[in-house]
């Protein structure tokens, strides 16, 4: 098993940044493909980035890509995710996930734990 705890959420202004924060436990991620996920009120959950286990492949949903990015801190068993130049449209529930089978991170990417989710708003 492994537990995913998400913090860094909250309310920003159009055009701020904010960081979130994946702290990982119960298992060492450092095999693992970390990612984030987002759903919006009444929209189905996005898969936005995600990151290998090597840290030398990423990916990005074209709504994120430029905006936002994805590291990894193996050793402290964390994941982030900055997020600049935020939009109203960004305002979500932001999930991180893990797939400990290590796969390269792509939109097909199953998913097999979740954390409980960080609330994200941007003002307008």
């Known amino acids: 098993q492994v537990q995913l705890v998400e913090s860094g959420g909250g309310l920003v202004q159009t055009g701020g940044s904010l960081r979130l924060s994946c702290a990982a436990s119960?298992?060492?991620?450092?095999?693992?493909?970390m990612g984030w996920a987002r759903q919006a009120p009444g929209k189905e959950r996005e898969f936005i980035t995600g990151i290998w286990y090597k840290g030398n492949s990423t990916y990005y949903a074209d709504s994120v890509k430029g905006r936002f990015t994805i590291s990894r801190d193996n050793a402290k068993n964390t994941v982030y995710l900055q997020m600049n130049s935020l939009k109203p449209e960004d305002t979500a529930v932001y999930y991180c996930a893990t797939d400990v089978h290590g796969s390269r991170p792509s939109i097909r990417t199953i998913w097999d734990y979740w954390g409980q989710g960080t609330q994200v708003t941007v003002s307008s």
């Open positions: 119960g298992r060492s991620i450092n095999q693992y493909t």
